[in-house]
């Protein structure tokens, strides 16, 4: 047996998992925390990496490692952090996300450079901030990475900085139409020129770690997702974590002017289509905080409402949004009545205000040619019954839930046994169905009830969009 291993560097935390190369299944594994916030020293990575990865790696042939996207990590000429790593979720430099929007010419000619329009979360917007807010670390800075580049190059001893395709694309001076660098719009942002790594194919042996391990490139966490739900078209998928997340794989690049959809490249040859909410799981935690109950409770409650909770709707920006581009937005509820004040329309409303923000992410796909056969729930929030009923009734299309997984470190793993074998394997796995109506549902009325409209209407009303 080949064992290989993949790492899930998140926002949240540190996941290893070692499998079976041939048959994905998973021999052992193991998480440890991150600290909280939208910026960290990349140190608490390695110190988590060192303790989730302790005892699980023997006999292990290849790993790579999967790492949150668009994250900064800037460093001096001897490789050491000039401040904290700005995180995706960290929204200070949405002003400068504007200012670069400006000076290029407008959102279209970012889409058409680098398939994605900048905000506050893409690498290239947070460079802009760290050379206009501090000057001091600024200086110093030599060279810039990605999460998973700074592990990626820790575990090969420091040498060589690589990434690839898939998170290069997250940074907004990588081009997927072209695979290369526009170093133009890096020193548009940053004032002159950075050192960024090499990008490299997935199939490639970057290094070996200090006990003779190979090292794949690596990649972004939703490129390494699509790996490991090894996505064929017509899928695609939903993921709910503290982001909300829709994605597929496409054979062209994207070029969205409205900014709604990121233009990324994936971790093999082809392109990722991605549309990215900030507010997606945490939604459900905070509505059950408010309600005094936890989320078991706050799924009863929701499935206890009619479809629509009685006119009850949320815009659920409670950390500001991305998309839409609403960085400083807060949360709106409307339509409070006397019947629509309830726990159970409130639960519902909270669950179905998290979703529309999805099916919004949905329709543009579609819209931009996207072949869109069934959706695939993934993510904390995708365990919950009632987002697992409701889901159906606003995404129209056939819903599965694929077994409960650490999905992006099964895809780093994958990759892993890419590099190792010369092949990528094909791992079997069962989908579980998800069904709306009144088989899942205690409601009369099954379908949408409306809910997608009024959800339009009212952010509409509150941010004209």
Not at 193 to 222: C, F, H, K, M, Y
Not at 301 to 324: C, I, N, S
Not at 363 to 385: E, I, K, N, Y
Not at 453 to 463: D, F, K, N, P, V
Request: proline share 7%.
């Amino acid at each position: 047996m080949t064992l290989v291993a993949g790492v899930d560097s998140s926002t949240q935390s540190c996941k290893v998992v070692v499998c079976d190369a041939d048959t994905g299944e998973v021999q052992r594994s193991a998480a440890l925390p991150h600290p909280e916030g939208s910026e960290v020293d990349p140190a608490a990575w390695w110190t988590a990496w060192e303790g989730a990865s302790a005892g699980l790696l023997d006999g292990v042939a290849a790993l790579s490692v999967a790492g949150q996207q668009h994250g900064m990590v800037a460093l001096d000429a001897e490789g050491a952090s000039v401040r904290p790593a700005l995180l995706w979720n960290d929204t200070r430099s949405a002003p400068q996300a504007a200012e670069l929007i400006d000076e290029l010419g407008g959102a279209g000619e970012w889409a058409q450079a680098v398939g994605t329009v900048p905000v506050a979360s893409l690498t290239v917007t947070k460079l802009r901030w760290l050379a206009e807010h501090e000057p001091g670390p600024a200086g110093r800075t030599e060279r810039v990475m990605l999460p998973h580049d700074w592990l990626t190059w820790c575990l090969t001893g420091r040498g060589e900085a690589v990434t690839d395709r898939g998170d290069a694309s997250g940074t907004g001076y990588w081009s997927p139409a072209t695979g290369e660098y526009r170093t133009d719009l890096l020193e548009r942002a940053f004032g002159r020129t950075l050192e960024v790594p090499r990008v490299v194919p997935s199939p490639a042996v970057v290094g070996e770690t200090a006990t003779g391990i190979q090292v794949a490139p690596g990649t972004g966490d939703n490129m390494a997702a699509a790996l490991g739900l090894q996505l064929q078209p017509g899928d695609v998928v939903v993921s709910l974590g503290t982001s909300g997340v829709v994605f597929a794989i496409s054979e062209a690049p994207s070029a969205d002017p409205t900014g709604i959809i990121a233009g990324f490249a994936d971790a093999t040859h082809r392109f990722l289509p991605l549309v990215c909410t900030m507010n997606c799981a945490r939604v459900l935690g905070a509505a059950a905080t408010m309600l005094g109950t936890d989320l078991t409770g706050l799924s009863d409650l929701a499935l206890a409402a009619r479809p629509g909770a009685d006119g009850l709707t949320l815009l659920p920006y409670l950390d500001g949004e991305r998309t839409p581009n609403l960085p400083t937005a807060t949360g709106t509820l409307v339509g409070l009545t006397r019947q629509s004040m309830t726990p159970e329309n409130l639960a519902r409303a909270a669950v179905e205000g998290m979703l529309c923000g999805l099916t919004d992410g949905l329709d543009a796909l579609r819209a931009s040619g996207v072949r869109v056969d069934r959706v695939l729930l993934t993510g904390g929030a995708a365990q919950s019954p009632a987002v697992r009923a409701i889901a159906p009734l606003l995404f129209g299309v056939p819903v599965s839930a694929p077994p409960t997984a650490e999905y992006v470190a099964l895809g780093a793993a994958r990759q892993a046994a890419w590099a190792a074998t010369g092949h990528l394997p094909e791992w079997p796995r069962e989908d579980q169905p998800c069904t709306g109506g009144q088989d899942t549902v205690d409601s009369p009325a099954p379908g949408d009830s409306g809910v997608r409209s009024r959800y339009a209407e009212a952010r509409l009303a509150r941010h004209g969009l």
